[in-house]
């Protein structure tokens, strides 16, 4: 469940066509920002404005991340691009003393052949997008069944991994007899399910993230903490006066 | 194959079983031995400059502690040899299947040989009783550890140990140690001391580690490695132009090989069901589960990577630019690693090799050819060499040949105990000419020696003894070995039927090479200890850390032999042989189900006789031709000659040919009179002395300028030319095309990155509608 | 909401991308065209991520983010260094590897 998703739910009990109508509307609306302030980004003459573009077209990279239900890179992004990476920039802009206003000499005489690669290139992928992935829908599922076990419910509504990992509460039951989860018996679900307690809705993936990134991936993560170590040194050395 | 031997003793079964896990400490832990040189290479490198001795104390502790796990290591082998109970061992392969190479020739003449079929030989084998005096196999220790995982294919790292692996231990640390020694004279005062010790350290770990690896995987990362660190120390002094040229065409020169390397192992993992395993594709081969067309090409490829490594023909180019490196680097390469590590790796894979590279409708293996051309054409280019060094290298190389053709036809414990053997004179002859180059600060032996042995008695006395092991003179090292390479041959029916073919040719040219060696020690020799010193400055004998290695390589020189007296040797019973006969083949060769039969052949006295009387032929024209004629010609004119003046070499034409022949006629008095009279008394000598003047006249003369002449047609088209052409030619294509493509290179990076986006979007877009 | 919407777009503002490293002559501005790249490429990890239900695609998009502040690091380094031994950025002035 995406963050618009939930939003829209929570207030206006919206149809799941709804929620997509509503979904869709706001990619365009970020799309189309994005594309004319990419485009300005690098066409304009002034740095400082490429650089404010630069700005509005990461902003709508996070939003997209927030709208594909990837809130934890949607924030990444916002602090590490805008808040960091978008000030050196200016800094570089200062330190290298380009002009402020416009200044022609950014642009390279060479223009026809970078936009010819860029068209081809934009044909090439499109087509090999749109044949290969045609239609394929992006279902955010609704929340997945198993994540919710409140502590009392009738048998007909619980999700089949806890029928199946709890036989003895269930045995002899019929789908209308309500039950009670005992404490200890739900407490041993916790592997396989996800708790969740009524009225705290957890939301977003941060959880699995964390446990990938931690678990799956140390190596990667470790080497790209030794990476960004090595080019904090690097960048120190190649950027100082002798 | 249940590891049947083809030997001559009586009814033999070898218990179906090829490794174990479990044995003696050193022989599980074997991978100590190549991890000291490998820390000490680093240790050098970090702290050497900063120790007293530059951290030549550093490698030489490490390569002596290794030097004393090898021989604990082969303690251990000689008792795991006879008193393991191999009950427990395990093969991976199960071969109730029919054998597919049991109808190979060869095995199937060594079964009614034997006078039993297989089947009566497999149901001894299974009861291990009556009529069947079951021998002891050699059951190699394996340690391995799960390396990583990819797919369903685990790679391990691990150690084998086994005879030739044992052997190889004791060799390598031995002479390692020796030069080690060595070089703390040798090169003390270089502005790279510390340096060259940490390579020579690395140089002898990869060695070593190569030595005991237990998968094809591992096998090409120390040879590549091997390979590096010959490159750095043949390139020690890169400041000098040629150095860094040899290095490079050393370097290069390999490459050409590993390609084969490459695509022969990849083709025996994919053969052999996805397994890097030494024993496991020995197992297969032997079996007959890997095809015949998979270990034809996985040969092929293999040998050229041998080819470049061993300095075999046609790739043996490099091997004596290769002397451009410090001389204890010569030694090391020539004796124990580098080029040895061609000939191991045959050894290794045995099976791969010997039923892969049968030449198809013959039963000539492929690599008895290459050797037996290698075992002459080295020889003879040794003969018009001026560089001391050079002539030991194209030695070398005529030596390597031998292993390989001895390999070739099946002698596969002939060619380990001569790869033993040199390993041991050899070396000890590269140190002494190193020691007299040290002395008198060139190599040249025209130039810049002669007369050394006034001047250095011991290094004289060493490299003597070192080249009449070489030239296999009775009862030095080289003569055991080379006499069995020679029997192995089977040539003109020698070996009583037990070698595995008649390969006359290769024992025609065993015996040519035999010839040729002696006489090009014979007039290196000459050359360097004898005659006037036609250097400069005072030579003097060098300091004992020199010496001492010298001394005990020629005790090696002198003894190694002893420890392979053929059976039968002074007790005349060839059928039982006793306690201290053939003891290196017991040790060293693997009996077991990883390996082919490997034949035994009967010790022939008739062929070592010949052999020996046709291995002093060589040295007699030599002796003749220098020690009698430049000699005395030298003394007539009172000038410091190295060669007639009107000699073989620099006669062309009827007249001068004729002048010679007379000269030469008339000095047959005096060989007739010095070596014949002096020898032979009686009757015989007017017989001999007739013979001589009017048959061997022509043919001394007639030998000795054909040898001269074809070496040097050799070096200058077939070394020289051609083969040289072909790589000059392809750099003078690459710099022609270089110049036309340049002008595209306008060094704007956009304008490259340009071309590169268009050019990989062009190529998507192919593959998209090609799909 | 279609995966390809996601895609098309990732597509669009990475030839955006290498439109501006191709024609750009400031060295600053080349460094902001690879970012658009760069971010072209963490759409479509998300993307996908979102597509087959999974946080493989997250992970990765928050590897390529810090790679990406470590490449404009040193890259405006470079620059920097650029600036200082010619006094100019100017990339097209830099062909020092013409054959």
Not at chain 1, 108 to 125: P, Y
Request: proline residues 3%.
């Amino acid at each position: 469940m995406t963050l618009l998703a939930q939003v829209a739910s929570d207030f206006n009990e919206l149809t799941s066509s709804e929620v997509d109508i509503a979904q869709n509307i706001a990619f365009g609306m970020i799309a189309a920002v994005m594309l004319f302030s990419a485009f300005r980004t690098v066409t304009t003459a002034n740095v400082v404005h490429a650089a404010l573009y630069l700005v509005i077209v990461l902003a709508g990279v996070a939003a997209l991340f927030i709208l594909l239900g990837s809130d934890f890179v949607g924030a990444t992004q916002v602090l590490v691009y805008i808040g960091a990476i978008i000030v050196l920039f200016l800094f570089g802009i200062m330190l290298t003393k380009a002009r402020l206003g416009d200044d022609e000499s950014v642009e390279s005489e060479r223009r026809g052949m970078g936009a010819l690669v860029g068209i081809l290139l934009l044909v090439v992928m499109g087509y090999a997008l749109v044949d290969t992935f045609e239609n394929a829908e992006l279902t955010f599922g609704e929340p997945e069944p198993i994540a919710y076990v409140p502590t009392e419910v009738t048998v007909g509504d619980v999700p089949t991994p806890v029928l199946e990992a709890l036989p003895d509460v269930f045995a002899g039951l019929g789908d209308d007899d309500e039950v009670t989860i005992s404490q200890a018996d739900f407490d041993s679900l916790v592997p396989e399910v996800q708790r969740r307690v009524p009225g705290a809705e957890v939301f977003g993936n941060n959880k699995q993230i964390a446990d990938s990134i931690f678990s799956q991936y140390i190596v990667p993560f470790e080497a790209v903490s030794v990476l960004l170590l090595a080019a904090l040194i690097g960048a120190i050395v190649v950027a100082r006066k002798e | 194959m249940t590891g049947l031997l083809s030997s001559f003793l009586a009814v033999e079964a070898v218990p179906d079983v090829s490794f174990t896990t479990e044995a003696n400490w050193f022989l599980e832990n074997v991978w100590i031995i190549p991890l000291l040189p490998i820390l000490s290479f680093f240790a050098i490198l970090f702290f050497g400059k900063r120790l007293p001795q530059g951290g030549a104390e550093i490698g030489i502790a490490a390569v002596g502690l290794a030097f004393v796990l090898a021989i604990l290591t082969n303690i251990a082998w000689l008792d795991h040899r006879d008193n393991f109970d191999y009950h427990d061992g395990e093969t991976r392969t199960h071969l109730e299947k029919h054998d597919d190479h049991a109808e190979d020739e060869h095995a199937s003449a060594l079964l009614e040989v034997d006078g039993v079929t297989e089947s009566v030989v497999l149901s001894f084998a299974e009861e291990g009783a009556e009529g069947a005096e079951e021998i002891h196999p050699s059951v190699a220790v394996i340690s391995e550890r799960s390396w990583f995982t990819n797919g369903d294919v685990d790679f391990t790292a691990g150690t084998i140990v086994d005879g030739p692996v044992a052997l190889m231990l004791f060799v390598v640390t031995t002479i390692s140690l020796l030069v080690h020694i060595y070089s703390t004279d040798y090169v003390s005062g270089d502005r790279r001391y510390t340096h060259f010790f940490a390579f020579l350290s690395l140089f002898t770990g990869s060695m070593l580690a190569y030595v005991v690896s237990h998968n094809i995987l591992q096998m090409i990362v120390t040879w590549e490695l091997v390979g590096l660190c010959s490159f750095a120390l043949i390139g020690h002094w890169w400041e000098e132009k040629p150095n860094s040229d040899a290095a490079l065409k050393a370097f290069l020169t390999n490459r050409v090989g590993d390609i084969g390397l490459l695509v022969g192992m990849v083709i025996l993992f994919f053969s052999a069901g996805g397994t890097f395993d030494v024993v496991e594709i020995n197992e297969k081969a032997v079996s007959g589960e890997i095809s015949q067309t998979a270990l034809t090409w996985a040969a092929i490829s293999l040998t050229a990577a041998v080819m470049s490594k061993s300095g075999q023909f046609v790739l043996h180019t490099w091997l004596p630019d290769a002397m451009a490196g410090p001389t204890p680097v010569s030694a090391l390469i020539h004796a124990a690693t580098l080029v040895v590590a061609g000939v191991f790796m045959i050894a290794r894979l045995y099976p791969v090799f010997w039923y892969g590279f049968v030449i198809p409708g013959s039963d000539i293996n492929g690599l008895a050819l290459i050797g037996s051309i290698t075992v002459v054409f080295g020889g003879l280019l040794a003969f018009v060499q001026n560089d001391i060094k050079k002539v030991l290298a194209y030695s070398t190389v005529s030596q390597l040949g031998y292993m390989v053709l001895a390999l070739g036809v099946g002698a596969w414990t002939a060619a380990l105990f001569h790869l033993f053997t040199h390993a041991f004179f050899k070396a000890g002859l590269f140190l002494g000419s190193g020691s007299v180059a040290h002395s008198v600060h060139s190599f040249d032996m025209k130039k810049d020696m002669g007369g050394m042995r006034k001047f250095m008695p011991t290094t004289f006395k060493t490299f003597i003894i070192c080249s009449i092991a070489l030239a296999g003179v009775f009862p030095f090292a080289g003569f055991w070995s080379k006499d069995e390479i020679l029997v192995g041959t089977g040539g003109f029916g020698v070996g009583a039927g037990k070698a595995n073919g008649e390969y006359t040719l290769m024992l025609v040219m065993g015996l040519v090479g035999a010839m040729l060696t002696g006489a090009y020690m014979t007039r290196c020799i000459y050359l360097t200890f004898f005659g006037e010193f036609r250097g400069h400055g005072h030579p003097h004998e060098s300091g004992p850390r020199i010496t001492i290695p010298l001394i005990i390589l020629s005790v090696f020189a002198f003894g190694a032999g002893f420890l392979n007296f053929p059976p039968g040797f002074l007790t005349g019973d060839a059928k039982k042989p006793s306690f201290w006969q053939e003891r290196f083949g017991h040790f060293v060769e693997p009996l077991a189900a990883y390996f082919p039969p490997i034949s035994h052949s009967v010790p022939s006295w008739w062929l070592a006789i010949i052999a020996s009387v046709i291995g002093l032929i060589g040295p007699a024209i030599a002796y003749f031709y220098y020690f009698v004629l430049v000699d005395r010609k030298a003394k007539e004119t009172g000038e410091k000659l190295t060669e007639l003046p009107n000699g073989p070499t620099t006669s062309v034409g009827f007249l001068k040919a004729g002048h010679t022949l007379l000269v030469n006629k008339y000095y047959l008095d005096h060989l007739y009179q010095n070596v014949i009279v002096g020898f032979t008394k009686g009757p015989l000598s007017k017989a001999a002395y007739w013979f001589n003047q009017n048959v061997l006249d022509g043919v001394v003369d007639e030998a000795g300028r054909t040898a001269v002449r074809s070496g040097n047609f050799i070096y200058r088209y077939i070394d020289q030319g051609a083969i040289e052409g072909v790589v000059n030619g392809s750099g003078r294509a690459s710099t022609s095309g270089g110049q036309g493509l340049r002008k595209i290179q306008t060094g704007k990076v956009q304008q490259y990155a340009a071309l590169l986006f268009a050019g990989a979007t062009v190529l998507a877009g192919i593959f998209m509608f090609v799909n | 909401m279609l995966l390809n919407q996601f895609l098309l777009l990732a597509a669009a503002l990475f030839c955006l991308g290498v439109y501006g490293v191709l024609t750009r002559r400031n060295g600053v501005l080349v460094l902001m065209s690879v970012e658009l790249i760069l971010n072209a490429v963490n759409i479509n990890l998300v993307a996908f991520g979102a597509f087959q239900d999974n946080v493989v695609g997250d992970v990765f998009a928050v590897f390529v983010i810090a790679v990406a502040a470590a490449e404009v690091g040193v890259g405006l380094a470079m620059v920097l260094l650029m600036y200082r031994n010619r006094k100019s950025i100017d990339f097209t002035e830099v062909d020092m590897m013409r054959g």
